[in-house]
T-cell receptor, first 111, second 114 residues
Framework: DTAVSQTPKYLVTQMGNDKSIKCEQN?????MYWYKQDSKKFLKIMFS???????INETVPNRFSPKSPDKAHLNLHINSLELGDSAVYFC??????????FGEGSWLTVV | GENVEQHPSTLSVQEGDSAVIKCTYS??????FPWYKQELGKRPQLIID?????GEKKDQRIAVTLNKTAKHFSLHITETQPEDSAVYFC?????????????FGKGTHLIIQP
């Protein structure tokens, strides 16, 4: 069974559209994250969510909004997509002092 | 916030030789240092981690060392094999119960030459 699963895996969309990426973890972890990996492979945290506390990386545009219906889910909604949003988005989860487990990634291409 | 520097960006070694990747961090409060391996088109996967109360940790051909005073940590891979070819990321975080997440280095592309 996949521990951290995210959908869709591939997403091609036009500029200006709104899209969502869904993430679910079955590990019972308390904390979930969204990371962005750009074309240079640099991994950067966007959001973390722990017990309904949202911590936002201040560099993330407010067009990006995380939504967590429950502890096992953290979805990412993106408004008014721009070319520069093209990247791989990874969902991850962790518990306490344990390392983060990553999902398989969602490849977003904005055209 | 935390800043992690990683060197080199590309490392090419002969199969069977050792590889060393070095990272430095800026926040003395960081106490957890994982290393991830990412193969092309795949997700980052944890290969080894170390906490600030430990100076060295080894798992078969992989070892990590930590120098808290100097704020640097290193990954050592011995007897490299073709399947070790990948991008390796170091990371640092303050695992104090908050939701800080990991600050990653920019990655090292390790190439194992046959």
């Amino acid at each position: 069974d996949t521990a951290v699963s995210q959908t869709p895996k591939y997403l091609v969309t036009q500029m200006g559209n709104d899209k969502s990426i869904k993430c679910e973890q079955n590990l019972g972890h308390d904390t979930m994250y969204w990371y962005k990996q750009d074309s240079k492979k640099f991994l950067k945290i966007m959001f973390s969510y722990n017990n309904k506390e949202l911590i936002i990386n201040e560099t993330v545009p407010n067009r990006f909004s995380p939504k967590s219906p429950d502890k096992a889910h953290l979805n990412l909604h993106i408004n008014s997509l721009e070319l520069g949003d093209s990247a791989v988005y990874f969902c991850a989860s962790s518990q306490g002092l344990m390392a983060a487990d990553f999902g398989e990634g969602s490849w977003l291409t904005v055209v | 916030g935390e800043n992690v520097e990683q060197h080199p960006s590309t490392l090419s070694v002969q199969e069977g030789d050792s590889a060393v990747i070095k990272c430095t961090y800026s926040d003395s409060a960081s106490n957890y240092f994982p290393w991830y391996k990412q193969e092309l088109g795949k997700r980052p996967q944890l290969i080894i981690d170390i906490r600030s109360n430990v100076g060295e940790k080894k798992d078969q051909r992989i070892a990590v060392t930590l120098n808290k005073t100097a704020k640097h940590f290193s990954l050592h891979i011995t007897e490299t094999q073709p399947e070790d070819s990948a991008v390796y990321f170091c990371a640092a975080s303050f695992a104090g119960g908050g939701a800080d997440g990991l600050t990653f280095g920019k990655g090292t592309h390790l190439i194992i030459q046959p």
